[in-house]
């Protein structure tokens, strides 16, 4: 008796304590069930300080002027310097684009469609169903072609990004509004030797698999949330569709300005927790610059032909968002601090 109960007492200790720490942090012990098996990072965002190397997030309204206009501009400068690498990155993406569509369609088809003995109400409410996950397929599927060729051939990508962002720097150096000659010179030698020291980096490595499979489960777990709330959507008289269509363009801007930025993101050796707080911190900014193109490519056939453009335009979001512009006396200081 005295040996099981020596052995009962200090689990029951344990189990009290555990119990006590989970009452006196309820708030984190309720974000860790929530992230789980099935991270929900994309909602939640992360405790961890966000980089100090990188520009502070903006607020709403400027944060979405922003973006618009990185995507605007950022396509120009693109289309004015295509890179090398658009050629087979376009061709990759939109070949397996078209075949995750057709696939979709199919499997949409044969589980949504109704029966034959299926009542007025439940036919208008599977063909709604029907129309909004068709809208979902070709929205998504551009979005995991991009992800499984930026995995499959990684080179492309960051060669196309790193074009753009190269362009970018000299472009929005030469149109900088007030300042001298001087200051102008000085913002674009910083900005290319920054990218240098970016392409020549090691990136992540073998570790960048795991940030691509922790990338995907949160990405897949918004999704899965969301789709829910957009079928329900459809629901609403006259709006339904567009609200749905507009939660799901939503969720695929975050996702696809998340893939544009994968091969930045590895040059920095950022870990998942660090992504995944820039993106949250900055989603306002990044939604609004992907947000055009994810409508671009949802283009049946000739959407995912602008794959390559929206790659070489995140060169220009990687400067207007992410990083800082250290001119000034103590630039050389900051960027040596920064990294």
């Not at 289309?79 to 499997?107: H, I, N, Q, R």
Request: with cysteine; proline share 6%.
């Amino acid at each position: 008796m005295s040996l099981a109960i020596a052995g009962v007492v200090p689990r029951v200790l344990a189990a009290s304590a555990r119990v006590r720490t989970a009452r006196a942090r309820p708030h984190t012990a309720l974000r860790r069930r929530l992230r789980g098996a099935a991270p929900a990072l994309a909602f939640f965002g992360e405790d961890d300080a966000y980089p100090s190397t990188l520009r502070p997030p903006m607020p709403l309204p400027e944060a979405v002027a922003v973006g618009l206009s990185c995507a605007a501009s950022g396509a120009k400068t693109a289309l004015a310097s295509p890179s090398d690498a658009w050629k087979p990155l376009t061709g990759a993406v939109a070949a397996l684009a078209l075949a995750l569509d057709g696939a979709g369609f199919v499997a949409v088809s044969a589980v949504l469609s109704p029966g034959d003995d299926a009542g007025a109400l439940a036919r208008l409410f599977s063909e709604l169903t029907i129309v909004a996950a068709d809208g979902v397929c070709l929205l998504l599927a551009p979005l995991v072609a991009l992800a499984v060729v930026q995995q499959v051939l990684p080179l492309l990508g960051e060669k196309i990004l790193f074009d753009g962002a190269r362009a970018a720097a000299v472009a929005d150096a030469d149109a900088s509004s007030g300042a001298s000659d001087a200051a102008t010179a000085r913002l674009s030698q910083t900005r290319l030797a920054r990218l240098e020291a970016l392409e020549t980096s090691d990136g992540l490595g073998l570790q960048g698999l795991g940030v691509a499979a922790s990338r995907t489960g949160t990405l897949a777990s918004l999704t899965a949330t969301a789709a829910p709330v957009g079928a329900a959507a459809t629901l609403v008289p006259g709006v339904g569709p567009v609200l749905a269509a507009s939660l799901a363009a939503l969720v695929a801007s975050y996702a696809l300005s998340w893939e544009l930025l994968d091969p930045y993101f590895d040059k920095k050796r950022f870990g998942f927790e660090q992504q995944d707080k820039i993106m949250w911190s900055n989603r306002f900014a990044l939604c609004a610059f992907a947000a055009p193109f994810t409508v671009a490519l949802a283009v049946p056939l000739f959407g995912p032909l602008a794959t390559a453009v929206a790659q070489g335009a995140a060169g220009t979001a990687l400067w207007r968002v992410l990083e800082p512009d250290a001119v000034g006396p103590g630039a050389d200081r900051r960027e040596e601090g920064g990294g």
